[in-house]
């Protein structure tokens, strides 16, 4: 449908009550799922680093200046430890696609809390090292899944007035987890018995089981219903979400445009993963590229450099007390995604991106600057460094945590939706498999290591200046958008002219449902003379 549909009424997003804090929560508990993601996350950085856990899967050593509990954890199983949670997690993406097309996303996302489940109850009763290893595999592959399947949920739910601030509480959800996290093991990592590190991992079956529980009072999403022929349950699903009759015209206009969006997929026929890849009327290889490589570039900014190894990597640069200090870094990262929920519908997403990268550059430059330059007793020196770190990850809380999920969220069409939602989320459990896996060998000093220590910066400033450049040129304005216009502006600009466009659709309240009856070709007519 080149030329865009035919301006109609304004949409749900536009006309149902801005009020309606039942249907927004509903949606809004599903970034639950967050807290389970960045829980398991953060509490690695600090098991690791805790006695009594390194003297039941660590190595004897001799040198206990900086060993003080006689064990060490050695640079292949510190990286194996870390990063196979992200392998699992790859893999639990890939599957976020078949889960959510045949299963539905609300039913994905309940099965993914079994998976879940299984995995700390394996680490939570390891006493080798081998059963520790399989546990975070499952866990990070039920994590997979929710992080696949919860973005979905929420961008199918959503309102469009509110669909950014709603995803970027997933984000606010996973930040909320890694501060617990950090809290959990301040707590208790003086214990000298095993209670030191089961305590941290057992608790994770709460968040599950709060996420397992309330998913069964949530509908299911009103696209993958008509998707399935249930336009009937469909109808009920965006009554409840909406709080508006299900003869309202609202509601039967959402479901117009869903339907009719659904069918012009129909025609083209059954996706497959590469179709993600090809190109288009409506830039499909473009928006799948999009979307895994926004994830990849996430990773890259190092955030993930400060939550998996941040204890170890402020106790070696002479930092007293790094659990504190990793507890006030994960409290910016929480409040500081705060203003990213409110900015990323004030002032959209491609600029919020576009300067958070660039403070993120100019922050870990310097400290990679400073870091070469100041003696590990440099108090002055140590205190600019947890600045500009904590400077770094608001940036980082208010821009790129959030609004990468959003942008994932909504560019890609329905018929491939679960697809490229996948594929991205994998890119992103596959950099952070990669970063994880990689970065005791950059920082660490020994044989085979590279030795970087702080230098490191360096190379995540560089990815910051990259991220830079890739959003000018890749990431469209679709901030105000129903899920059906972004594919009208994937259609008709680019994302160098996304913003003026987006303005335009909105000042035409363009809609998708009336070309598809009869007339399309008026339709389209109209449409051209005005947008």
């Known amino acids: 449908m080149p030329g865009g549909p035919a301006a109609s009424g304004p949409g749900i997003g536009a006309a149902a009550p801005k009020t309606n804090i039942v249907g927004i929560a509903m949606v809004a508990f599903a970034a639950f799922g967050g807290v389970l993601y960045g829980y398991d996350t953060g509490t690695i950085s600090g098991i690791i680093a805790m006695d009594d856990?390194?003297?039941?899967?660590?190595?004897?050593?001799?040198?206990?200046?900086?060993?003080?509990?006689?064990?060490?954890?050695?640079?292949?199983?510190?990286?194996?430890?870390?990063?196979?949670l992200s392998a699992g997690t790859f893999f639990g993406a890939l599957f976020g696609a078949p889960t959510a097309d045949i299963i539905g996303r609300r039913t994905g996302i309940i099965a993914s809390c079994s998976v879940f489940c299984l995995g700390i109850a394996l680490q939570t009763g390891a006493s080798?090292?081998?059963?520790?290893?399989?546990?975070?595999f499952f866990a990070g592959f039920g994590v997979g899944l929710i992080s696949t399947l919860i973005p979905m949920y929420q961008s199918e739910c959503s309102p469009k007035w509110?669909?950014?601030?709603?995803?970027?509480?997933?984000?606010?959800?996973?930040?909320?987890g890694i501060l617990?996290?950090?809290v959990i093991n301040n707590?208790?990592?003086?214990?000298?018995?095993?209670?030191?590190?089961?305590?941290?991992?057992?608790?994770?079956?709460?968040?599950?089981?709060?996420?397992f529980v309330g998913m069964f009072w949530l509908p299911e999403t009103p696209r993958w219903l008509i998707k399935q022929g249930r336009r009937d349950d469909a109808a009920r699903s965006l009554s409840r979400l909406t709080q508006l009759p299900i003869d309202d015209?609202?509601?039967?206009?959402?479901?117009?445009?869903?339907?009719?969006?659904?069918?012009?997929?129909?025609?083209?026929?059954?996706?497959s993963y590469l179709d993600c890849f090809k190109f288009t009327h409506n830039k499909i290889f473009l928006r799948t590229m999009s979307g895994i490589l926004i994830q990849a570039w996430q990773q890259l900014t190092g955030i993930n450099f400060i939550f998996y190894y941040g204890t170890t990597f402020f106790q070696n640069s002479g930092i007293k007390n790094p659990f504190l200090v990793s507890v006030a870094t994960n409290i910016v990262n929480v409040f500081m995604t705060l203003p990213g929920m409110w900015g990323v519908e004030r002032f959209g997403r491609r600029y919020l991106l576009i300067y958070g990268a660039a403070v993120m550059c100019i922050c870990e430059y310097l400290v990679a600057i400073i870091g070469v330059t100041i003696s590990v007793e440099n108090q002055s020196g140590q205190k600019a460094l947890i600045a500009l770190v904590c400077i770094y990850i608001a940036a980082f809380a208010s821009t790129w945590g959030p609004i990468a999920w959003v942008i994932?969220?909504?560019i890609f069409p329905l018929n491939i939706r679960a697809k490229a939602m996948s594929l991205s989320v994998a890119s992103n459990w596959l950099w952070n498999w990669a970063i994880a896996f990689a970065t005791p060998y950059l920082v660490n000093v020994g044989p085979g290591d590279a030795g970087l220590g702080v230098k490191v910066f360096f190379i995540w400033g560089s990815t910051c200046l990259g991220c830079v450049i890739f959003t000018y040129f890749c990431i469209p304005e679709t901030k105000g958008l129903s899920l059906e216009q972004i594919d009208i502006l994937y259609e008709n600009s680019t994302p160098l002219t996304s913003v003026k466009y987006r303005r335009e659709l909105i000042a035409q309240n363009v809609h998708v449902s009336n070309l598809k009856g009869g007339g399309a070709g008026?339709?389209?007519?109209?449409?051209n003379e005005k947008v």
Do not use: C, M
């Open 249 to 271: 015209p609202e509601v039967q206009l959402e479901l117009e445009d869903i339907a009719a969006a659904l069918k012009e997929e129909e025609e083209i026929g059954e996706s």
């Open 53 to 84: 856990w390194l003297r039941t899967f660590g190595q004897p050593t001799a040198v206990t200046a900086t060993n003080p509990s006689g064990f060490f954890l050695s640079t292949p199983n510190q990286s194996l430890v870390v990063s196979i």
């Open 187 to 211: 707590a208790t990592k003086d214990r000298q018995n095993h209670s030191a590190w089961r305590i941290p991992i057992s608790i994770q079956f709460v968040w599950a089981f709060i996420l």
């Open 522 to 527: 008026e339709d389209e007519k109209d449409v």
């Open 180 to 182: 617990l996290a950090a």
């Open 128 to 136: 080798n090292w081998a059963t520790f290893i399989v546990g975070r």
């Open 408 to 410: 994932t969220g909504e």
């Open 162 to 176: 509110i669909r950014g601030a709603v995803v970027s509480g997933y984000q606010w959800a996973i930040t909320i």
